[in-house]
């Protein structure tokens, strides 16, 4: 029964919805993968996909031209999708076996070489925990303060800080071990850690970590009583930079400061960086793109072409197996249909055409790498003839040349290199927004960015510019920019303000 008021209405709603394929989700998936990754997946489908397997390496091809001709063959078959498996149970084998089969150096890797090298494993190193945990155990310790040193070690941020509050470690060995301990027990012990090697580590902030590392120095001069006299009594001061005030309470001249100054500089505020840094400089970076300018024969002459090669060194090439199509012609000889009959029928041709789509979304991918890398060239020339002279572009340019959504150039672009003659670049750097200069010239902010930072090398460390004058300068020079575009820069240059950069001369 419905209550006095209340109605009950029936209505339809239209709306228009876009739903993805799942050879779309893949080809998307596949597009934002650079070499490495593709690499890595491309393993995890052949484990996967027993019908999918590598095929013999044929001749490189490194030619553009004959990469798209060999695209437009194959494109009107790859838009056909396979018929669904309950409504067709024959397949085509000299169309898989021959029209699905990728040959992943056809798409362009510049050379073979000698890569064995890729393949031997990085020698050993012992990570900064395990230093740390050896160090440890040569201190003499008791078994309470093993506990509270495990603890500390484990809980060092990326930087070698010790940020925990005391109390959660005393209440952790508390309630996990068993153990009474006190907070000035785990700072005792901390305290004997910031003494191992790196010196600094485990400190509580960055006053603290210089002021050990001060400390700990071999030298006992007057500079050094100094700098620890200036950490420990002056710190305000000091990370403000009011040196009239520093020479003041510590009675000191010019020259004491800035030799003051220049022994705190070499100091690490970043103890547990070390390790961190080691890693990040034994990774390698694969471009997944290699553009050099091949000029004509005379030297004169200007013109010459670009040579696009996308990266497959690694890549295999891949195949439906061949092996199946025996499997297959042996279910449909047998003349008795059952259950286990048509399963086997369907689990084949799931996989069959599941390695199609994988091949293909391969193909789809290395043609649109292709085409916006040419079109990211053609866009700017300049830079990859001569190094420099980069212009603005945003991605909604290269989309418009290459008829694709932004979205999808976005996800080519992101986390991919190339490799020029001038170094590699990620293809992020050549996007970039448009200034106006008073000739009503356009500029890439790039230039603008160098500029600035130009200036700042160069600008009187005992009185650097503010952001307000870097904007005047920059438009005494032509460029029409705001002062927040001028911070806006300077703080992705990760340059500081004017007060942070004054040094003592």
């Keep these: ?246 020479k003041t309470r510590l009675g000191i001249n010019d020259d004491q400061l800035k030799k003051a100054f220049e022994l705190i500089r070499g100091l690490d505020p970043r103890p547990g960086a070390i390790a961190s840094h080691e890693e990040e400089t034994s990774q390698y970076i694969e471009p997944d793109f290699e553009v050099y300018f091949a000029p004509g024969q005379k030297e004169s002459e200007e013109s010459g072409q670009f040579v696009i090669k996308l990266n497959q060194r690694n890549i295999p090439p891949l195949k439906i197996s061949p092996h199946y199509k025996e499997i297959w012609d042996d279910l449909k000889s047998k003349k008795k249909d059952n259950s286990n009959k048509s399963e086997a029928r369907s689990f084949i041709k799931g996989k069959i055409e599941s390695a199609q789509w994988f091949i293909e979304s391969i193909r789809q991918r290395q043609k649109t790498l292709l085409d916006t890398m040419k079109t990211i060239v053609a866009l700017q020339e300049d830079f990859f003839k001569y190094g420099d002279g980069l212009k603005p572009m945003i991605l909604k340019d290269v989309a418009d040349r290459v008829n694709l959504d932004i979205s999808t150039i976005s996800r080519v672009v992101n986390g991919k290199y190339v490799q020029t003659n001038f170094g590699v670049f990620e293809l992020k750097y050549f996007f970039s927004e448009g200034l106006q200069t008073e000739s009503g010239v356009e500029v890439s902010s790039h230039e603008v960015k160098n500029l600035l930072e130009e200036m700042i090398r160069d600008e009187d460390k005992s009185n650097p510019y503010s952001d307000q004058e870097l904007t005047d300068k920059l438009r005494n020079k032509g460029y029409k920019v705001a002062r927040r575009t001028v911070s806006k820069y300077r703080e992705k240059l990760n340059i500081p303000v004017a007060r942070l950069r004054k040094q003592i001369v």
């Excluded at 012992?126 to 078994?143: G, I, K, R, T, Y």
């Excluded at 509050?165 to 012990?189: M, W």
């Design 1 to 246: 029964m419905l209550k006095q008021g209340q109605d009950q209405k029936l209505s339809q709603k239209q709306s228009l919805q876009q739903k993805l394929s799942p050879q779309q989700i893949q080809y998307i998936k596949l597009l934002q993968l650079p070499t490495i990754g593709l690499e890595q997946r491309i393993k995890e489908e052949i484990e996967m996909n027993p019908v999918l397997e590598e095929s013999e390496p044929e001749e490189l091809t490194e030619d553009i031209e004959e990469i798209e001709r060999e695209w437009e063959e194959n494109k009107e078959e790859a838009s056909n999708d396979p018929d669904p498996v309950d409504k067709n149970e024959d397949i085509d084998w000299d169309s898989f076996l021959h029209n699905t089969e990728y040959d992943g150096q056809t798409y362009g890797g510049s050379y073979a070489g000698n890569e064995e090298w890729r393949d031997m494993p990085n020698p050993y190193h012992e990570s900064l925990l395990e230093e740390l945990e050896s160090q440890v155990s040569l201190l003499e310790l008791d078994d309470a303060e093993k506990l509270i040193a495990d603890q500390i070690l484990g809980s060092l941020d990326s930087d070698g800080y010790f940020r925990r509050d005391l109390e959660a470690v005393v209440d952790n060995i508390s309630f996990n071990h068993g153990v009474l301990t006190d907070e000035e027990t785990v700072n005792k012990v901390r305290k004997k850690i910031q003494r191992l090697e790196p010196v600094g580590i485990a400190s509580r902030d960055l006053r603290d970590c210089l002021l050990i590392q001060v400390e700990m120095m071999e030298r006992d001069d007057e500079i050094t009583g100094i700098t620890h006299r200036l950490l420990s009594e002056e710190w305000h001061a000091f990370e403000r930079k009011h040196f009239s005030k520093l």
